[in-house]
């Protein structure tokens, strides 16, 4: 079993279609490739969460640590 050539699965993918139908296996990988995509995306926007969320604990770490300079106003400047 562990050796299967060519003739083996053209002979498996006849039986196969004839015994569930095109339309059947093609609605079948419609939604095999429907739930593929939808794992796909729920996996990137995960990662995106937590880029967000690591790139926000970053940004508070560094904002607390260097406070911000205010510029000074032009009245200042002209005095």
């Known amino acids: 079993m562990g050796n299967m050539g060519i003739w083996q699965l053209l002979i498996i993918a006849v039986i196969v279609i004839l015994l569930f139908g095109t339309k059947k296996l093609r609605s079948l990988g419609g939604d095999l490739g429907g739930a593929v995509k ?8 995960e990662d995106e969460k937590k880029a967000i969320e690591e790139n926000g604990s970053d940004l508070a770490k560094t ?8 510029p000074e106003s032009k009245d200042k400047e002209q005095a």
Not at 63 to 70: D, L
């Open 38 to 45: 939808g794992f796909k995306n729920a996996i990137s926007s």
């Open 63 to 70: 904002s607390a640590a260097a406070p911000e300079k205010k």
